[in-house]
C-alpha cells in the first residue's frame, strides 16, 4: 500500500506524535509511506530566506533502520503570504505526488494542505481520511483567520471519505464540525513498551540535573504553549519551603522566555530545570527519572478534546500524572487509573504534597502503567492497517 501522509506542521523537527509513529511502523510492514510537511517555526528563524527551495529529505525519527521521504515545498516566508504561497507550490507538489508516487490513499491533517488534496484526490479517485488529533483551527496564529479556518476544517471533515480521530472526544468534535457518525472511527495512540520499560535507568539524568534520591521530581515534556500552565505551576513551587520538590522541564516553545523569567525572579535556578529540546531517543530516560508527569494545562477550546501522546509515554513508566479536568482526558482514562485531576494548573503543587503525604505516588504510577500496557504501538499499528485496507 501507498500511504501519502499531507500536514500543516513540522514532520523534521517536531518530536514525533501519533502519525509519525504509525507511518514509521508501517513502513517496517512494508508499505510506502511519503509526507508533504511543512516548516512551521520558521517564523523563530533569526535569519532566513525570503523564498525557500523545495527540499526532499530522508528522516527517521522513531526507528534509525527506517527512512522516510519529506517533501517540502517552498514558500514565501512573509507572515499570510506564507498561506497564500502555500495554495500555489503545495498544490503543484501535491499533484506531482499523486501522478507520480500513485497513492492507494491520503492521510490528510490540518487544514489548508488537506482543503488543497481535495479537488487531486476527486480527480484521481484517491481515497482521503482526515485525520484529527487536535483542534486545528485554534492553533492558527492569527485569530482573525480562526473562523474562516474552521469552515474549512469543517469542510475537511464533511467531504473526507473517513474522519479518524485518536480519542472519542475528538470523534464527537469531529461530529459537531459535520461528519457523518457513520464514518468516524477512533484508532488509540500507543506505547512502544521496546523503549519505554522498568529496564530504563534515570539516575543519570538525575545525577546531570543535581536531583537527589530523596527529591521528589515533577516532570514535563512537550512544545510550551503559553496555556501550558507551566507558568502558574513555577511561580506555587516558589511559594513552599519543601527543597524536595523539583520540577523539570523538556521542550521549548512559547513560553520559554517566561519561564526563564520567572525562575530568575523567584529564585527557582535549583528547583526548577529547564533542560531545552532533548532528542526523542532520550525520553525514556527522562521517564524512568521522574516521579509525577503533569499536564496542567488551561481548558480551552485547544486542549478541551484532546489526548497528548505524552500522557501514555507518563503512564507507561510508571509515572501517576496530575492533569487539569481536561474532557478528553478525562474521557479516555476516567477515574482511579493513575490519572489525579487538579481543577487549575495552581493546584498542581498542593496536589503534588498530598500524594507525597498519603504515600500514594508509586501506588497511582502501578494504576497508570495498569491502564496502557493493552496499547501497544504493535497492536494499534495492525489496527490502523487493517482500516486502511478497507479502502484500497
Given at each position: 500500500?501507498?500511504i501519502?501522509?499531507?500536514?500543516?506542521t513540522d514532520w523534521?523537527?517536531r518530536?514525533?506524535?501519533?502519525q509519525?509513529?504509525?507511518?514509521?511502523?508501517?513502513?517496517?510492514k512494508?508499505?510506502?509511506?511519503h509526507?508533504i510537511?511543512y516548516e512551521i517555526?520558521w517564523?523563530?528563524?533569526?535569519?532566513q530566506a525570503?523564498?525557500?527551495?523545495?527540499?526532499?529529505?530522508s528522516?527517521?525519527?522513531?526507528?534509525?533502520?527506517v527512512k522516510?521521504?519529506?517533501?517540502r515545498?517552498?514558500i514565501?516566508?512573509i507572515?499570510i503570504?506564507?498561506?497564500?504561497s502555500?495554495?500555489?507550490?503545495?498544490?503543484?507538489?501535491?499533484n506531482?505526488?499523486?501522478k507520480?508516487?500513485?497513492?492507494d490513499i491520503?492521510l490528510?491533517?490540518?487544514?489548508?494542505?488537506?482543503?488543497?488534496?481535495?479537488?487531486f484526490a476527486?480527480?484521481?479517485g484517491?481515497p482521503?481520511?482526515?485525520?484529527t488529533i487536535?483542534?486545528?483551527?485554534r492553533?492558527i496564529?492569527y485569530r482573525?483567520?480562526?473562523?474562516f479556518?474552521?469552515?474549512?476544517?469543517?469542510w475537511?471533515?464533511r467531504?473526507?471519505?473517513?474522519?479518524?480521530?485518536?480519542?472519542?472526544?475528538?470523534r464527537?468534535?469531529?461530529?459537531?464540525?459535520g461528519?457523518?457518525?457513520?464514518n468516524?472511527r477512533?484508532?488509540?495512540?500507543?506505547?512502544d513498551f521496546?523503549?519505554?520499560?522498568?529496564?530504563?535507568?534515570?539516575?543519570?539524568?538525575?545525577?546531570?540535573?543535581?536531583?537527589?534520591?530523596?527529591d521528589i521530581?515533577l516532570?514535563?515534556?512537550?512544545?510550551l504553549y503559553h496555556?501550558?500552565?507551566?507558568?502558574?505551576?513555577a511561580?506555587?513551587?516558589?511559594?513552599i519551603?519543601?527543597?524536595?520538590?523539583?520540577l523539570?522541564i523538556?521542550?521549548?516553545?512559547?513560553a520559554?522566555?517566561?519561564?526563564?523569567?520567572?525562575?530568575?525572579?523567584?529564585?527557582?535556578e535549583?528547583?526548577?530545570i529547564?533542560?531545552?529540546r532533548?532528542?526523542y531517543q532520550?525520553?525514556?530516560?527522562f521517564?524512568a527519572a521522574?516521579?509525577?508527569?503533569?499536564?496542567p494545562?488551561y481548558?480551552?477550546e485547544i486542549?478541551?478534546?484532546?489526548?497528548?501522546?505524552k500522557?501514555y509515554?507518563?503512564?507507561?513508566?510508571?509515572n501517576?500524572?496530575?492533569?487539569t479536568k481536561l474532557?478528553?482526558v478525562?474521557k479516555e482514562?476516567?477515574?482511579?487509573?493513575?490519572?489525579?485531576?487538579?481543577d487549575r494548573?495552581?493546584?498542581t503543587?498542593?496536589?503534588t504534597l498530598?500524594?507525597?503525604?498519603?504515600?500514594?505516588?508509586?501506588?497511582?504510577?502501578?494504576?497508570?502503567r495498569k491502564?496502557?500496557?493493552?496499547?501497544s504501538?504493535d497492536?494499534?499499528?495492525d489496527?490502523f492497517?487493517t482500516?486502511l485496507?478497507?479502502f484500497t
Amino acid at each position: 500500500m501507498k500511504i501519502l501522509f499531507l500536514q500543516d506542521t513540522d514532520w523534521i523537527q517536531r518530536n514525533p506524535h501519533q502519525q509519525v509513529h504509525l507511518a514509521e511502523r508501517m513502513v517496517q510492514k512494508g508499505h510506502e509511506v511519503h509526507v508533504i510537511d511543512y516548516e512551521i517555526l520558521w517564523r523563530n528563524e533569526k535569519k532566513q530566506a525570503l523564498l525557500t527551495k523545495r527540499k526532499v529529505h530522508s528522516v527517521s525519527k522513531v526507528f534509525p533502520e527506517v527512512k522516510i521521504k519529506v517533501f517540502r515545498p517552498p514558500i514565501l516566508k512573509i507572515p499570510i503570504l506564507d498561506y497564500i504561497s502555500m495554495v500555489f507550490t503545495y498544490s503543484r507538489e501535491i499533484n506531482y505526488q499523486v501522478k507520480e508516487f500513485k497513492p492507494d490513499i491520503i492521510l490528510a491533517m490540518d487544514i489548508l494542505i488537506a482543503f488543497l488534496a481535495y479537488p487531486f484526490a476527486k480527480r484521481y479517485g484517491i481515497p482521503v481520511v482526515y485525520y484529527t488529533i487536535d483542534i486545528d483551527y485554534r492553533l492558527i496564529p492569527y485569530r482573525f483567520l480562526q473562523t474562516f479556518g474552521k469552515w474549512i476544517e469543517s469542510w475537511n471533515i464533511r467531504h473526507a471519505d473517513m474522519a479518524l480521530s485518536i480519542n472519542e472526544g475528538l470523534r464527537e468534535y469531529t461530529i459537531r464540525m459535520g461528519a457523518d457518525p457513520k464514518n468516524t472511527r477512533v484508532i488509540r495512540a500507543g506505547v512502544d513498551f521496546q523503549r519505554l520499560h522498568f529496564g530504563v535507568n534515570g539516575d543519570e539524568i538525575r545525577k546531570n540535573y543535581s536531583i537527589e534520591t530523596e527529591d521528589i521530581l515533577l516532570f514535563f515534556v512537550g512544545w510550551l504553549y503559553h496555556f501550558s500552565g507551566l507558568k502558574e505551576v513555577a511561580v506555587e513551587l516558589s511559594k513552599i519551603n519543601d527543597d524536595r520538590i523539583k520540577l523539570l522541564i523538556v521542550g521549548d516553545g512559547d513560553a520559554y522566555e517566561d519561564l526563564q523569567n520567572i525562575q530568575q525572579e523567584y529564585g527557582l535556578e535549583n528547583r526548577m530545570i529547564l533542560a531545552g529540546r532533548q532528542p526523542y531517543q532520550r525520553l525514556p530516560e527522562f521517564l524512568a527519572a521522574a516521579d509525577i508527569c503533569l499536564l496542567p494545562a488551561y481548558n480551552n477550546e485547544i486542549m478541551r478534546d484532546i489526548v497528548p501522546i505524552k500522557m501514555y509515554e507518563y503512564m507507561a513508566m510508571n509515572n501517576p500524572v496530575i492533569s487539569t479536568k481536561l474532557p478528553g482526558v478525562m474521557k479516555e482514562f476516567g477515574e482511579n487509573n493513575g490519572v489525579i485531576y487538579i481543577d487549575r494548573s495552581e493546584d498542581t503543587i498542593n496536589k503534588t504534597l498530598e500524594l507525597i503525604s498519603n504515600d500514594a505516588v508509586q501506588r497511582e504510577g502501578k494504576k497508570a502503567r495498569k491502564f496502557v500496557e493493552r496499547m501497544s504501538w504493535d497492536i494499534i499499528t495492525d489496527e490502523f492497517e487493517t482500516f486502511l485496507e478497507e479502502f484500497t
